[in-house]
C-alpha cells in the first residue's frame, strides 16, 4: 500500500515537514555510506531553517498537547475505555510538556557547532561541499565512523524538544482517525466533510498512479495522475482518512 499525507492547515504542514526530517536522520543516522551522511546533514539543516521559519510553533504544540490532554482525561471516565492505555498516553503528553519546555529558538549546540556551521551556506550552491570550500567538513567526514557517530548523537538530541511532542501529537491524531472508502471516478473524487488538519490517503501498491490533492479544511478534490503521462487511470478504489487534530 501506498500511503499519502496531504496537509489541510498550515500548521499540518509545518508538523509534516518536521515528521519527514525526522524519518530522514533515523534512518541515516547510523552513517552506513557518504550519502546517507550528507542526507542527515541535510536534514539537521532542514530542521535548524524550519524552527527559524516557525515563530509560533512552541505555543502550537502546547495547544495541541493541552487538547489531546483533555480529550484523554474525558476518556478516563468511559466505562469501556482502556485505563491502561489511557494512562500511558497521558505519559506520553506528559513527556512530550518536558521535552517542548527545553525548546529555546536559539539552538546553540546546532547553531554554534563548527562542523554545521561550515557546511548549512554551502547546500545552497550546487557542488557547494567539496575540498577547498568546507575543508572541515571533508576532514570530518573522513574521520573513524565512531567518532563521527558521537557528533551526530549530539546534533539528534537537540532535535528530541520538537521530535518527542510532534511525534506524540501525530500518532495520537492517526491513532483515533478511521479509514473509510472510497472511489474516484475516472481517477477524481470530490468531496466536503467537517474541518481537519489533514488527510491521509492508502491505496493499493498496482495502481501507476499519484495522487494530487487539492482542498482546505473541509472541501478536497483527490485526482489520480497516471505515472506514465496520457495512460488511462480508470476507477481507482482507495482508503481516505480524516485527522482532525483531536481525539473523537
Known amino acids: 500500500m501506498f500511503i499519502y499525507d496531504f496537509p489541510l492547515s498550515p500548521k499540518a504542514r509545518t508538523y509534516l515537514k518536521f515528521e519527514a526530517i525526522f524519518n530522514r536522520v533515523q534512518t541515516c543516522k547510523d552513517l552506513n555510506t557518504d550519502a546517507e551522511t550528507l542526507s542527515l546533514i541535510r536534514g539537521l539543516i532542514d530542521f535548524i531553517d524550519l524552527v527559524d521559519g516557525s515563530g509560533v510553533l512552541k505555543i502550537d504544540i502546547g495547544k495541541d498537547l493541552d487538547k489531546l490532554t483533555q480529550k484523554l482525561k474525558v476518556w478516563q471516565g468511559y466505562p469501556d475505555a482502556d485505563p491502561t492505555l489511557v494512562s500511558e498516553l497521558l505519559e506520553q503528553i506528559n513527556i512530550s510538556h518536558q521535552a517542548l519546555n527545553t525548546f529555546t529558538r536559539q539552538r546553540t549546540v546546532l547553531q554554534n ?5 561550515s557546511i548549512k551556506p554551502r547546500f545552497l550552491t550546487p557542488s557547494g561541499v567539496n575540498d577547498f570550500d568546507t575543508p572541515l ?5 573522513q574521520l573513524d565512523r565512531e567518532e563521527k557517530i558521537e557528533s551526530v548523537n549530539k546534533w539528534l538530541h537537540e ?6 511532542p510532534i511525534t506524540c501529537i501525530m500518532n495520537l491524531w492517526r491513532l483515533c482517525s478511521d479509514y473509510q472508502q472510497r472511489v474516484a471516478i475516472n481517477g477524481f473524487m470530490q468531496e466536503t466533510s467537517e474541518p481537519c488538519e489533514l488527510i491521509e490517503i492508502k491505496y493499493p501498491s498496482h495502481v501507476r498512479g499519484y495522487p494530487v490533492v487539492s482542498g482546505f479544511q473541509s472541501n ?9 503521462k496520457g495512460s488511462p487511470v480508470g476507477d481507482i478504489t482507495f482508503e481516505l482518512a480524516y485527522v482532525r487534530g483531536g481525539i473523537a
Open 113 to 117: 557547532d563548527p562542523i554545521m556551521e
Open 220 to 228: 478536497i478534490n483527490v485526482r489520480f495522475f497516471p505515472y506514465i
Open 137 to 141: 567538513f571533508i576532514f570530518w567526514m
Open 159 to 164: 532535535l528530541d524538544c520538537i521530535r518527542i
